[in-house]
T-cell receptor
Framework: EAGVVQSPRYKIIEKKQPVAFWCNPI?????LYWYRQNLGQGPELLIR????????DSQLPKDRFSAERLKGVDSTLKIQPAELGDSAVYLC?????????????FGDGTRLSIL | GENVEQHPSTLSVQEGDSAVIKCTYS??????FPWYKQELGKRPQLIID?????GEKKDQRIAVTLNKTAKHFSLHITETQPEDSAVYFC???????????FGSGTRLQVQP
């Protein structure tokens, strides 16, 4: 079974530039999560999708962050414009469904560096 | 919201010794507690999880215990090996949000 696939693995941009990350979840997984992991910390949830619907985006900074999952499979996370404090690893995870005890499987993440 | 505290932040053991990492959580309604292992530059990997209707779960050299009354859970690794060296994260489900709150991580180093 292929795992969660993310791209790119690394991204370096200057502040105020836009950036986008892509995620392909495990086949058949209806629930998709985007997390942000700052250096030396645990992941923090940004947004959760049930199929194509964003059901929890309370931690997403909506002034500059946006996400979509148009066909309920792949997802993109965008930042525009990027700020220095956005430097982090952006992790995508998926689970079979949104049950509270469903294991979440993570991708390798995109390491974003803002210059 | 849920708050998860994890300690120690770093742990160094000799190969063959046991390692124990402890976490506490704040929301008594939390019902799912996974542990992830993250090697440098790699994805967090689920290594074991426990649900609130179980007090202990074991998988080879790894075990997790849960004390619901005290709201804490622990990861136990026996017969540690150098390849166990990594950062370990505990997490707890957020009731109603169906997402995870993670601890701040424990960097485990197993000395050969």
């Amino acid at each position: 079974e292929a795992g969660v696939v993310q791209s790119p693995r690394y991204k370096i941009i200057e502040k105020k530039q836009p950036v986008a990350f892509w995620c392909n979840p495990i086949s058949g997984h209806n629930t998709l999560y985007w997390y942000r992991q700052n250096l030396g910390q645990g992941p923090e949830l940004l947004i959760r999708y049930e199929n194509e619907e964003a059901v929890d985006d309370s931690q997403l900074p909506k002034d500059r962050f946006s996400a979509e999952r148009l066909k309920g499979v792949d997802s993109t996370l965008k930042i525009q414009p990027a700020e220095l404090g956005d430097s982090a690893v952006y992790l995508c995870a998926s689970s079979l469904d949104s049950g509270a005890d469903q294991p979440q499987h993570f991708g390798d993440g995109t390491r974003l560096s803002i210059l | 919201g849920e708050n998860v505290e994890q300690h120690p932040s770093t742990l160094s053991v000799q190969e063959g010794d046991s390692a124990v990492i402890k976490c506490t959580y704040s929301d008594s309604a939390s019902n799912y507690f996974p542990w992830y292992k993250q090697e440098l530059g790699k994805r967090p990997q689920l290594i074991i999880d426990i649900r609130s209707n179980v007090g202990e779960k074991k998988d080879q050299r790894i075990a997790v215990t849960l004390n619901k009354t005290a709201k804490h859970f622990s990861l136990h690794i026996t017969e540690t090996q150098p390849e166990d060296s990594a950062v370990y994260f505990c997490a707890a489900s957020i009731p109603g949000r169906r997402a995870l709150t993670f601890g701040s991580g424990t960097r485990l180093q197993v000395q050969p």
